[in-house]
């Protein structure tokens, strides 16, 4: 079955950097576009990121735009969200996102907090 497993949450002083990774599995990584949402507290859940399943094309939220990078490794199954210049503002749960065979999958979340 799929599995998403996102890592590299924590703490982070406004101004600093955490990279974000969501391992797969259960599918055919290469072929589909992955995407990272967040959710704030007391928010609804938002897309960050998208990347296609070649890698040559991503969208980003105007929020983040210029901060934060999406990015995918074919080899390691992997997709990462680098984010640089953190606000206040991004404090959220961390989700990664594939669509396989129709239906949506979701990983468990990996906590982001901005915070000084």
């Known amino acids: 079955q799929v599995q998403l497993v996102e890592s590299g949450g924590g703490l982070v002083q406004p101004g600093g950097s955490l990279r974000l990774s969501c391992a797969a599995s259960g599918f055919t990584f290469s072929n589909n576009a992955m995407s990272w949402y967040r959710q704030a507290p007391g928010k609804g859940r938002e897309l960050v990121a998208r990347?296609?399943?070649?890698?040559?094309?991503?969208t980003y939220a105007d929020s983040v735009k210029g901060r934060f990078t999406i990015s995918r490794d074919k080899a390691k199954n992997t997709v990462y969200l680098q984010m640089n210049s953190l606000k206040r503002g991004d404090t959220a749960v961390y989700y990664c996102f594939v669509i396989w065979r129709m239906a949506t999958h979701w990983g468990p979340g990996t906590q982001v907090t901005v915070s000084s």
């Open positions: 990347i296609t399943n070649t890698g040559s094309t991503t």
